[in-house]
């Protein structure tokens, strides 16, 4: 987990480096470079203003070839020198230093190729390795002659050493902000880390088994973090439900078995300790006859459970057809009829309309059955069961309405659950396992559909079951 976060710590780290530090540096440099360039250039420019200003006085004074004038012209070059603090040089036209104003070059011959340009009439300026800049210009005379070259240098170095200084605050400056971008960092990460960490924390626990786990929301300033607990809440709040009903199940389960288990063993025993030889053959076929019957409640519960297991499979597909769904109840009706008349019940069935439905038909018959078995089972003498069939545009209703006991309010909202019955003996005795209605409704919902009942105790229950004609 530690790993993780330096992981994503580095990550916001390089990511400000990315769009933060590293273009400021670039985009300094840059500016940094054309203004110290303007400057040099600005150096250039002047120099060979200068550099001219002073050709053109040669010119006119003609200091080049009147020897008298040497004195003076001497003179004029050291003072315009000192003046503006260059060094000043003037070659004659074979580039022969004639003045130097710091004398160290006088009598020397000079073959730069600013001062050969400069011969050929083009006035140069170029920044040189030493960094000095040499500006050439020509003396003409006044035939348009040239008589010699005006060499003004200057070093560039000032300028240098003023980006440099720049520069440097300037990356002080970067580095102040790299501190505190690196500090920025350590707190975003925390501020991110520290709720994820938890959210993983609490995540980890979930996946050891303990659901009952929440994740401190209300501690979540931002929203998607905020959201991402809510969800793993949420999510805990299912598993936890669903955890609690897959327990219950499997004690009822457990507890549905155990009793005709028990009941079997109770029976057993109690002709085991009998003495065959004073037992009559009667009692065997009589203790038989109980323990068949234990053996079939069990049979009947295991094939409940199976039916709704793999009604609840996921990944069981409906694989539905068109059936006709008013002779598949007629066909329902009809098999049950008899066990009806046995229970002195009269079962009707009023089809309303003609319907043919998108449905598997096993899993819809056997819902109805379900259904019309309860309506005779939890009858009253003389009682009386009604099957309707109906359609509109959309959707099938089948109702099953009988005059039979009726289900209290209390017990309603319950009878759907696995295994629950309103009253135990009485099932018992008619056989039901508590899973036929769990059994209906899985199938109906299977079919995108509904199913809905009313009832009042002592006047009847209806069962009204909801399937849309067509499947998406
Ligand atoms: P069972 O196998 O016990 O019939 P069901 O899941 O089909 O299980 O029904 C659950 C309980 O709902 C029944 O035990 C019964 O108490 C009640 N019940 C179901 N249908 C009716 C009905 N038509 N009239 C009255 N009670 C009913």
Same mark, same amino acid.
């Given at each position: 987990?530690?790993?993780?976060?330096?992981?994503?710590?580095?990550?916001?780290?390089?990511?400000?480096?990315?769009?933060?530090?590293?273009?400021?540096?670039?985009?300094? #440099?840059?500016?940094? =470079?054309?203004? #110290?360039?303007?400057?040099?250039?600005?150096?250039?420019?002047?120099?060979?203003? #200068?550099?001219?200003?002073?050709?053109?006085?040669? @010119? !006119?004074? %003609?200091?080049?070839?009147?020897?008298?004038?040497?004195?003076?012209?001497?003179?004029?070059?050291?003072?315009?020198?000192?003046?503006?603090?260059?060094? $000043?040089?003037?070659?004659?036209?074979?580039?022969?230093?004639?003045?130097?104003?710091?004398?160290?070059?006088?009598?020397?011959?000079?073959?730069?190729?600013?001062?050969?340009?400069?011969?050929?009439?083009?006035?140069?300026?170029? +920044?040189? =390795?030493? *960094?000095?800049?040499?500006?050439?210009?020509?003396?003409?005379?006044?035939? @348009?002659? &040239? !008589?010699?070259?005006?060499?003004? &240098?200057?070093?560039?170095? *000032?300028?240098?050493?003023?980006?440099?200084?720049?520069?440097?605050?300037?990356?002080?400056?970067?580095?102040?902000?790299?501190?505190?971008?690196?500090? $920025?960092?350590?707190?975003?990460?925390?501020?991110?880390?520290?709720?994820?960490?938890?959210? $993983?924390?609490?995540?980890?626990?979930?996946? *050891?088994?303990?659901? %009952?786990?929440?994740?401190?929301?209300?501690?979540?300033?931002?929203?998607?973090?905020?959201?991402?607990?809510?969800?793993?809440?949420?999510?805990?709040?299912?598993?936890?439900?669903? =955890?609690?009903?897959?327990?219950?199940?499997?004690?009822?389960?457990?507890?549905?078995?155990?009793?005709?288990? @028990?009941?079997?063993?109770?029976?057993?025993?109690?002709?085991?300790?009998?003495?065959?030889?004073? +037992?009559?053959?009667?009692?065997?076929?009589?203790?038989?006859?109980?323990?068949?019957?234990?053996?079939?409640?069990?049979?009947?519960?295991?094939?409940?459970?199976?039916?709704?297991?793999?009604?609840?499979?996921?990944?069981?597909?409906?694989?539905?057809?068109?059936?006709?769904?008013?002779?598949?109840?007629?066909? $329902?009706?009809?098999?049950?009829?008899?066990?009806?008349?046995?229970?002195?019940?009269?079962?009707?069935?009023?089809?309303?309309?003609?319907?043919?439905?998108?449905?598997?038909?096993?899993?819809?018959?056997?819902?109805? @059955?379900?259904?019309?078995?309860?309506? !005779?089972?939890?009858?009253?003498?003389?009682?009386?069961?009604?099957?309707?069939?109906?359609?509109?545009?959309?959707?099938?209703?089948?109702?099953?309405?009988?005059?039979?006991?009726?289900?209290?309010?209390?017990?309603?909202?319950?009878?759907?659950?696995?295994?629950?019955?309103?009253?135990?003996?009485? *099932?018992?005795?008619?056989?039901?396992?508590?899973?036929?209605?769990?059994?209906?409704?899985?199938?109906?919902?299977?079919?995108?559909?509904?199913?809905?009942?009313?009832?009042?105790?002592?006047?009847?229950?209806?069962?009204?079951?909801?399937?849309?004609?067509?499947?998406?």
């Amino acid at each position: 987990m530690a790993k993780k976060n330096i992981k994503l710590k580095w990550t916001l780290l390089a990511t400000y480096m990315l769009i933060g530090i590293i273009p400021l540096v670039i985009m300094t #440099q840059i500016a940094l =470079e054309s203004v #110290q360039g303007y400057f040099v250039e600005e150096r250039k420019k002047e120099l060979l203003l #200068q550099a001219n200003v002073i050709s053109g006085h040669i @010119s !006119i004074s %003609d200091y080049m070839y009147d020897e008298s004038k040497a004195f003076v012209f001497d003179y004029d070059i050291n003072h315009t020198s000192k003046q503006s603090g260059y060094r $000043i040089m003037v070659l004659d036209r074979s580039g022969v230093v004639v003045n130097d104003s710091n004398k160290t070059e006088e009598g020397k011959t000079y073959f730069l190729p600013e001062i050969t340009d400069a011969l050929n009439n083009k006035d140069v300026a170029r +920044v040189m =390795e030493n *960094d000095t800049v040499h500006a050439a210009v020509s003396i003409v005379d006044d035939r @348009s002659n &040239c !008589i010699g070259v005006v060499l003004v &240098c200057d070093s560039v170095t *000032d300028i240098y050493e003023n980006v440099a200084a720049i520069r440097h605050k300037i990356f002080n400056m970067i580095m102040l902000l790299m501190v505190v971008v690196v500090l $920025i960092d350590l707190f975003m990460a925390w501020w991110f880390t520290n709720p994820l960490n938890k959210t $993983i924390e609490v995540i980890k626990k979930m996946s *050891d088994g303990h659901f %009952d786990q929440r994740i401190p929301v209300n501690d979540f300033l931002h929203t998607e973090l905020a959201e991402l607990a809510e969800s793993s809440n949420n999510m805990a709040e299912q598993l936890d439900r669903i =955890e609690t009903s897959r327990r219950e199940f499997v004690s009822n389960v457990s507890h549905e078995l155990k009793t005709p288990l @028990s009941s079997i063993k109770v029976l057993s025993d109690s002709i085991l300790i009998q003495d065959p030889e004073t +037992v009559p053959k009667e009692m065997y076929v009589e203790f038989l006859q109980d323990i068949n019957s234990e053996v079939d409640r069990m049979t009947a519960i295991i094939n409940d459970l199976l039916t709704l297991v793999r009604m609840n499979r996921e990944e069981v597909e409906l694989k539905p057809a068109f059936v006709n769904l008013s002779e598949m109840i007629g066909d $329902i009706v009809r098999r049950l009829e008899p066990i009806a008349e046995k229970n002195g019940i009269t079962l009707k069935y009023n089809m309303v309309d003609e319907v043919t439905a998108e449905v598997e038909a096993t899993k819809i018959s056997l819902a109805v @059955s379900n259904l019309i078995e309860n309506a !005779i089972k939890y009858n009253t003498e003389n009682g009386s069961v009604n099957v309707t069939l109906e359609a509109d545009g959309q959707n099938a209703f089948i109702t099953v309405a009988d005059t039979g006991i009726g289900i209290s309010e209390e017990d309603i909202n319950k009878i759907f659950d696995r295994f629950y019955r309103v009253d135990k003996n009485r *099932d018992r005795e008619t056989g039901g396992t508590g899973l036929g209605l769990s059994i209906a409704r899985s199938a109906v919902l299977m079919h995108n559909g509904s199913i809905k009942v009313s009832s009042s105790e002592n006047e009847g229950t209806t069962f009204v079951i909801n399937i849309p004609l067509r499947q998406k």
